[in-house]
């Protein structure tokens, strides 16, 4: 693994994370555009949950690119990144469930969205944020979730309306994961801290 994380740190890398994530987060508003056009504009920073998150992540890349730290950033991008990577997956796995099939554009986000994840996780011990950052992330993240499922601006799977009570449920604990998640891998003693090349 000591050949792993110098590879992650290396610029070439960085760059091509930072294409990527600027092309989905760029998708994202787009396939968001219509439930955004029906969105009271107070809630409208909260309805379009991946491409915040990827948002997130991106202006980290470029913090890292140019040798700085955002850490209230860097909490938001892995407890975002965590909770709707993961999200997207269970949810296009439950429209498989229920409808018995998946199109092509719900595996192109379970992929995708499984990397977002991933790639929150991975860059975990390059992270500098501490208690205020995280304790903010998870407000911003629960208080997601109250626009989401009290207020009705949850992301629209007309499949799975009958399942919302449940959904929200899960969103919410999901939510508590991966706050723990980020406590763990980033707050903990001896947690794994890396610096950037």
Request: net charge positive; proline share 5%.
């Amino acid at each position: 693994m000591k050949w792993f994380y110098p590879l992650l740190a290396h610029r070439s890398i960085l760059w091509f994370l930072l294409i990527v994530n600027v092309i989905g987060t760029i998708y994202g508003y787009i396939w968001y555009r219509y439930q955004l056009a029906e969105t009271p504009a107070i809630f409208l920073p909260f309805v379009p949950d991946s491409p915040t998150a990827s948002l997130f992540f991106a202006l980290v890349l470029v913090a890292f690119l140019l040798r700085r730290h955002f850490p209230l950033l860097e909490a938001l991008a892995i407890v975002t990144l965590v909770k709707y990577g993961v999200w997207a997956v269970v949810m296009n796995l439950l429209v498989w469930k229920v409808t018995g099939a998946l199109e092509i554009a719900g595996w192109m986000l379970i992929i995708s969205h499984g990397a977002m994840a991933i790639e929150g996780i991975l860059y975990a011990p390059f992270y500098r944020f501490r208690w205020p950052h995280l304790l903010f992330a998870a407000v911003w993240t629960l208080h997601n979730d109250i626009i989401d499922y009290v207020f009705g601006m949850m992301p629209r799977y007309s499949v799975l309306n009958e399942y919302i009570s449940p959904i929200g449920y899960f969103t919410f604990w999901l939510s508590i994961a991966s706050i723990a998640i980020s406590y763990l891998l980033c707050l903990r003693k001896n947690r794994l801290v890396l610096s950037l090349n």
